[in-house]
């Protein structure tokens, strides 16, 4: 069976600093793996996606995210943070026709 | 284009009650998921509709649980009746494309509280 796992309910960082929001996965064959952001009282906004190819995936707002397949994880990552990235991130495995996602990491950025 | 749109925003009912939830998808998008998100967990997966078809309902908690999707257009999520455990935020999706590697359009959820 499908699954991911994020293993912080919350990432603290100050603005202007890099920032990683840790994902692993467990799949049979080949990973589809997805970052998606909620901010409060919206619903899911798609940031970017790995299906085959260069491990680092460039997405929308400065995001990327680095694929390792020997680690089975997924981590998203940011140069630099910004206060308004501040919000709901869940990370997801797709296949099958559906996505099976993480239980979201809550990112704070400190001005 | 207009996105996924969700309704009602916010439902508070009472145990026993019975609640419909509608999701207008993305005009043209055969794909529609329902998603379930309980306080703090993960989002689940309830089933996926490929046009008026339900091609995947292994996440349906239990017959409570009715969904539909006239005409291959909106569909609805009945809980009837609804108990305890059913609060918490539910998410409709669409995608034109398979799900599992296309990108999911989400509405802004539905928010259901049972008391």
């Known amino acids: 069976a499908q699954s991911v796992a994020q293993p912080e309910d919350q990432v603290n960082v100050a603005e202007g600093n890099p920032l990683t929001v840790k994902c692993t996965y467990s799949v049979s064959g080949n990973p589809y793996l997805f970052w998606y952001v909620q901010y409060p009282n919206r619903g899911l906004q798609f940031l970017l996606k790995?299906?085959?190819?260069?491990?680092l995936v460039k997405g929308s707002y400065g995001f990327e995210a680095e694929f390792n397949k020997s680690q089975t994880s997924f981590h998203l990552k940011k140069p630099s943070a910004l206060v308004s990235d501040s919000a709901l991130y869940f990370c997801a495995v797709g296949g099958y026709n559906k996505l099976i996602f993480g239980a979201g990491t809550r990112l704070a950025v400190h001005p | 284009e207009a996105g996924v749109t969700q309704f009602p925003s916010h439902s508070v009912i009472e145990k026993g009650q019975t609640v419909t939830l509608r999701c207008d998808p993305i005009s043209g998008h055969d794909n529609l998921y329902w998603y379930r998100r309980v306080m703090g967990k993960e989002i689940k997966f309830l089933l996926h509709f490929v046009k008026e078809s339900k091609q995947d309902e292994s996440g349906m908690p239990n017959n409570r649980f009715l969904a539909e999707r006239t005409g291959g257009t909106y569909s609805t999520l009945k809980v009837q009746p609804a108990e305890l455990e059913d609060s918490g935020v539910y998410f409709c999706a669409s995608s034109l494309g398979q799900g599992g590697v296309s990108p999911l359009h989400f509405g802004n959820g539905t928010r259901l509280t049972v008391t």
């Open positions: 790995y299906i085959t190819g260069d491990n």
